[in-house]
């Protein structure tokens, strides 16, 4: 029987072990970080202050970069366990995050609550990006920003993080992603435009090694195809978009 597609069961199951280091994929998930906060903060000069949301927070990975980078961060997902274990996590290590259990469709927070919404590894699971985007314009406030990555809907895409690492090498949980539900950057983009965002040329992100412990490595890449990066401005701010 083929494995179910876009299953996020591995949230709760694993959600005890997000921190441990002891799984492969939580530990090849951990080292998107840096690459992220590369490009975010090529973006972002200085987030001491910024009121950020990590939705989709899963265990805290970049709710607790962002929260060491001085800015008041709020985490929010789906999974109450990953939730249990951000909340744990965050308490150990010192730093005040406010973890909540609740989904991109129907963001637990008020009108113009944030200055910043980040959103990794999240729109690629999502049933309507379009919803989304719309919550998350709401939450923003005036001249908010949005930074994101996806996976790219390319062939290439699909065998290197389905076939090859989920099915064949077992990197990731079998059944994680999806490939139909990949986003190509003109969509994402059309989307955005749509709801009423500026938003800037994407850049690439992907594997680019491996460390001593033979996890994938990622890093900033000159290609889109398999996975990008971007930002967008609320639209009705004044904050200007950088190219």
């Known amino acids: 029987m083929p494995p179910l597609r876009n299953d996020q069961a591995m949230y709760r199951s694993y959600a005890a072990e997000w921190w441990t280091g002891r799984h492969r994929w ?55 366990p990953a939730i ?23 963001i637990p927070a008020p009108d113009e609550s944030f200055d910043c919404v980040v959103v990794v590894d999240v729109f690629e699971h999502v049933a309507d990006v379009s919803i989304v985007l719309d919550e998350i314009r709401r939450v923003l406030k005036p001249g908010g920003l949005l930074l994101f ?50 938003a800037a040329p994407v850049a690439g992100l992907g594997p680019n090694g491996l460390n001593r412990r033979f996890d994938v490595t990622f890093g900033l890449l000159p290609t889109t195809t398999l996975m990008y990066l971007g930002h967008a401005v609320k639209r009705d701010g004044t904050r200007q978009v950088a190219e």
């Open 149 to 198: 990555d996806t996976l790219n809907r390319t062939k290439v895409s699909a065998f290197i993080f389905v076939t090859l690492g989920e099915d064949i090498l077992r990197i990731g949980p079998r059944g994680t992603h999806d490939p139909a539900k990949f986003i190509k950057p003109s969509e994402l983009q059309a989307m955005l435009t749509e709801a009423r965002f500026d």
């Open 84 to 106: 249990e274990a951000a909340r744990e996590h965050a308490k150990a290590e010192g730093l005040a995050i406010d973890y909540q259990v609740g989904t991109g469709e129907a």
């Open 26 to 80: 939580l530990r090849t998930m951990h080292n998107l970080v840096p690459p992220r906060l590369k490009y975010f903060d090529g973006i972002v000069s200085d987030w001491r202050g910024m009121s950020v949301l990590d939705l989709g927070c899963g265990g805290g990975f970049m709710a607790e970069a962002l929260a060491r980078r001085g800015a008041k961060v709020i985490g929010v997902d789906p999974s109450a």
